[in-house]
């Protein structure tokens, strides 16, 4: 019986691997886990550059957020130095565009966390590549009201807390 209850947990996690993106919201298999810690392990975050993308208005209060809720957690980001090509960018997405089609204060809402930097490809020829190394958050934007900035701080902790926790387990910064 053991082996057959085996087989269907093997089969469980085989189908959410099929499952198209965008119908599961959060992905906590260990395998999803450890592929996001990889790409933070060693990542030393003093290099890489913070770039927020905001209602101007909220802007730097959203920076700041950031930074204290990171050097609460003793970890450091360059957050005055402007960004050079090359280096890992930290880029913090929590903006909302008005669209008059869909009504009075009504637009879409976008709520990332995404870490750039320059990669190379395993295969022949090497190709080195912009790409996204991790991610956090939601993809696409969703339809929504116009955000309170207590919602864009709640969305803010919510992103930072995942990236920060994947951060402190790669790199043993507890």
Known sequence: MIGHRLSVAALVSFLFVLVPDGLLIEDHSAAHTEALRSTLYGLDLATVTLYVVA???YDERLRSRILSRLTGKKLSINSTRPFKQGEPLLQVTLNWEPIDELGPNKGL???KIDLSESVVTERMPRVRAWAS????????PIISDRPTIEKLERDLDWLLDAFIKDYSDANGTH
């Open 55 to 57: 209602d101007p208005k």
């Open 133 to 140: 190394t991790a991610s956090y958050g939601i993809p696409e």
């Open 109 to 111: 809402y976008y709520r």
